[in-house]
């Protein structure tokens, strides 16, 4: 049954250009998939090791700044921008990560917060290399040049969506292959019991450190991909709006899972769009915060999990009547 | 000498918990922590272990001094303890759990995970198979894919064991591991220390109920107000006059 | 040298509101142990209730500010016995989300109900500085500091020496024997929270006239108050008033002899040092348990 469920998702999926008529709801798609990056690199962070990083738009900007100051300023190929985005956000986790050693909770927080202002107020400030609050202009999109054949510039809509999923199954499937090992159980036993975890040989450290470079990592990359994909990269990159919304969607899609954030991802893109018409973009933001204390409330683990749980109940009525 | 303290002194904010302790426990041998509460059983444990630094003092592992190492590190020799308060992974099933325990029987990095995942199968069967071992050791084979947090007090301690023992221990440190414990519950956790000596595991621990420690120690040390009273069999232990002195005058009764 | 004396007095000035803030979240981050970073949201709160009451209400000035404390700790109590009292016993972690939450919700409240446009308040204090031999300071600032330290004065006061305070620092001592001797545990804990948000709507009321009023004020107000718990350390009531000091001065020298755009950065880097090198804080008294 679940295959059937299964492939006929992945053919909606794949063939969404095709049917997807309205430009602006294709747009709206992929903008759900680069937050379901984003969600899926914080649920790295909060769903398994259970610290919090409230300032995870900051290795979203830097990723986005990495690549659109290295293909606009530098002219390099976006494939190295894209690079850069992943390896440079990537080194900033492992310095946070090294900086909190025995940070946890709270004071974790503290501290990815105070980082995440820092590097804002150097993306404002810093005129020279980054345009300040003008921002980066220009920035070109991917280009797939094979030798021989001509570029094939993938700035429409259609193909950058397809980038996009590509993008989203990597990422699902890079977590996934970390979970599911020895890694991912140590990752989980921090969030469990870090004192037991030392006590049978789990270096609380390396793998919190592990955790935030590949987290960082891979929100760098949603945030290159968001670079190449609207083209322009300013310091609203950093604006804490992108961090409420990527907590909000790890959290009530399901953190610990890995279902969880990206379904998370995909209903708080399509949700604000819904609610666009009817409302403004400050009720949604004050919607956001009533859910988040709702959600904590009612559905602690999420939609998710709660609706795996409530799954068995519903078929058991199903084929009981 | 499997472990070997010397002068071991902790003090904070104007307390002694830890006067000059020395002491040495002889491999494949129970060696038993006894005092009054508050003598700093605990303590010496957490400093044993890495979880507390001494102020003075130090602690060789079969020669190696670990003084000051931090505990995943002290972990990786061989010194695994559990703890005084129940400690398991409690959202983890007991699979789970023992499992993550096995974590230093595993190879698997990050590059692995991600680029060889028949590497990883492997280790996932050979570790699998290991933790069902231990699982089935404790007792606790029926309870394999039960969540920790829903184990009864008993299965839980149990589990706790079984974590420890997935680590592979060579020095097994347990921090009462009998407490709150039911008499018959109390020789269960009795034969299994017992037959986890037979597997040339050396054992130390902290207890309260002197039957347990009398039954099955080769040695006892009596800790009282952060100095060591007394060090020897437990027959000469019991009959100390300090010792019963120190457990009478702070109103802690013996059980004989 | 007269540079130097004039930023050491402004730091001192506006140090003083900065202990404010931050000994209303050591209270609450300390004694109930809840990560609040809707400390911020009450500072705005306090702001805006004092311009609302200025503006709409034609209250006088001074008024405004017991005005604004008490809708600060209204809205504070509301907070504890709707949100926090049904959440006791959960993990810090949760709590802190729904903090986190609230904190989303106020601030878009505020932006809905004052719009996005800065807002100045008038005062009735003159513009013109006092001069005080080599430096010189605004009549309104020395008001502020003024009253910042009253209110931290009162502070200590009420919970050193009435019998609310020893009810509150029992319960966050020993809460069973606080229990045992008739203290409403839960009261305590409402009345408590309270008092945060009531110092830090102070605080909001005191500072708005000096800078602008925003709806996001509080997420600097937040920070700076974490900065100033972190390095007075936890519960420390006057390691919060030192620390306070101590934040409002690196401030002003940051801004004087570095750069002006990187003045809020000196609250992170504080946060950021201080929890490196001496997590307890700086004052606090050197006590490490295993």
Redesign the interface.
């Known amino acids: 049954m679940t295959w059937i469920v299964r492939g006929l998702s992945l053919l909606v999926v794949a063939t969404a250009p095709a049917w997807v008529w309205n430009p602006y709801h294709l747009h709206t798609l992929i903008m759900a998939g680069i937050f379901a990056v984003l969600a899926l690199s914080l649920n790295l962070l909060l769903g398994y090791t259970g610290q919090l990083s409230l300032g995870h738009a900051a290795f979203f900007g830097v990723g986005a700044y990495a690549t659109g100051l290295l293909t606009v300023k530098l002219e390099w190929s976006p494939w190295i921008g894209l690079l850069a985005a992943i390896v440079l956000p990537g080194a900033a986790g492992y310095v946070i990560g090294r900086l909190a050693l025995k940070l946890r909770g709270a004071y974790f927080v503290l501290l990815t917060i105070s980082f995440a202002g820092c590097v804002s107020l150097v993306s404002v400030n810093w005129m020279e290399l980054t345009n300040g609050p003008l921002g980066l202009p220009g920035v070109p999109p991917l280009e797939i040049a094979l030798l021989g054949l001509p570029a094939l510039s993938l700035r429409t809509k259609s193909a950058f969506y397809y980038v996009v999923v590509a993008a989203v199954a990597l990422c699902y499937l890079v977590c996934l292959a970390l979970i599911r090992s020895r890694v991912g159980r140590a990752l989980v036993a921090l969030r469990e019991n870090e004192t037991l975890a030392a006590s049978v040989g789990i270096d609380g450290t390396h793998y919190l450190v592990l955790a935030a470079v590949v987290s960082a990592a891979m929100a760098g990359f949603g945030g290159g991909l968001y670079a190449h994909y609207t083209r322009f990269v300013s310091p609203e990159v950093f604006l804490f709006t992108y961090t409420v919304t990527m907590v909000i969607m790890v959290v009530a899609g399901g953190k610990g899972t890995l279902a969880g954030p990206v379904v998370g991802a995909v209903l708080f893109t399509v949700l604000p769009e819904a609610l666009r018409a009817a409302t403004s973009w400050q009720w949604q933001m004050l919607l956001y915060g009533v859910l988040l204390v709702a959600v904590l409330f009612f559905v602690p683990e999420g939609i998710v999990p709660a609706l795996r749980a409530a799954g068995p109940a519903l078929r058991r009525r199903w084929s009981a009547s | 000498m499997t472990l070997e303290a010397r002068d071991l002194t902790v003090r904070f904010g104007g307390v002694a918990a830890l006067v000059g302790v020395s002491f040495t426990v002889a491999p494949g041998t129970v060696t038993s922590l006894i005092g009054p509460n508050g003598a700093g059983k605990t303590t010496a444990f957490n400093v044993i272990t890495g979880f507390q630094r001494p102020t003075q003092g130090t602690v060789r592992h079969e020669g190696e001094p670990i003084t000051g190492w931090r505990p995943h590190r002290i972990a990786a020799r061989g010194l695994v303890r559990t703890f005084q308060k129940t400690s398991v992974f409690p959202g983890l099933t007991v699979r789970e759990n023992v499992l993550t325990g096995l974590h230093l029987q595993g190879r698997v990095g990050v590059a692995a995970a991600l680029l060889a995942r028949g590497r990883v199968r492997a280790e996932e069967h050979r570790l699998e198979a290991e933790a069902d071992r231990v699982i089935d050791f404790v007792g606790l084979g029926a309870r394999r894919a039960e969540a920790a947090s829903g184990l009864s007090y008993g299965d839980q301690r149990r589990l706790e064991l079984a974590v420890a023992l997935a680590a592979q221990p060579r020095l097994l440190l347990l921090d009462e591991p009998a407490s709150g414990m039911s008499a018959s519950e109390k020789l269960t956790v009795a034969a299994l220390i017992g037959r986890i000596r037979e597997q040339g595991i050396t054992v130390f621990l902290v207890e309260h109920d002197m039957r347990l420690v009398m039954g099955i120690s080769d040695r006892v040390l009596v800790l009282n107000y952060g100095r060591l009273i007394a060090d020897g069999d437990p027959a000469a232990v019991q009959r100390d006059p300090e010792v019963v002195r120190a457990y009478l005058g702070s109103g802690a009764h013996a059980h004989a | 040298m007269d540079q130097l004396l004039q930023h050491l007095l402004n730091g001192l000035l506006l140090g003083a509101t900065y202990s404010l803030l931050g000994i209303g979240l050591t209270l609450v ?1 300390g004694l109930m142990n809840v ?1 609040n970073f809707a400390h911020g949201e009450f500072y705005t709160l306090g702001a805006y209730a004092a311009f609302a009451a200025l503006m709409l209400a034609s209250v006088h000035f001074f008024l405004a500010i017991p005005v604004a404390i008490a809708a600060g700790a209204a809205a504070g109590a509301i907070c504890e016995r709707v ?1 926090l009292r ?2 006791r016993g959960q993990s ?3 709590v ?3 903090m ?10 505020e ?2 109900g004052w719009g996005g446009v800065a807002k100045s308040v008038p005062t009735p204090f003159p513009t013109q500085p006092l001069v005080l031999g080599p430096v010189s300071v605004a009549p309104l600032r020395v008001f502020v500091f003024v009253v910042s330290g009253g209110l931290i004065l009162g502070a200590h006061l009420l919970l050193a020496r009435t019998r609310l305070g020893r009810a509150m620092r029992a319960t966050f001592q020993d809460r069973e024997t606080a229990a045992l001797m008739g203290v409403s545990i839960e009261r305590i804990h409402t009345v408590t929270f309270a008092f945060g948000a009531g110092l830090a709507a102070a605080a909001g009321a005191l500072l708005g006239p000096v800078f602008l009023l925003y709806p996001s004020m509080g ?1 600097l107000a937040s ?1 700076k108050a ?1 900065s100033v718990v ?1 390095l007075g350390g936890l519960g420390n009531f006057a390691g919060a008033a030192l620390g306070g000091i101590v934040l409002g001065v690196a401030e002003e020298l940051g801004a004087g002899y570095v ?1 002006s ?2 003045r ?2 000196v ?3 504080m ?2 040092a201080v ?2 090198l001496r ?1 307890s804080g700086l004052f606090a008294r050197a ?4």
């Open positions: 981050f990560v949100l049904p959440l810090i972690d949760t802190m989300l729904v986190i939450g609230v904190w989303i919700a106020m601030q878009n409240a932006l809905l997420d920070l974490f972190i750069s755009g990187y809020d950065a609250g992170f880097l946060i950021v929890l490196l997590p006590e490490r348990v295993g």
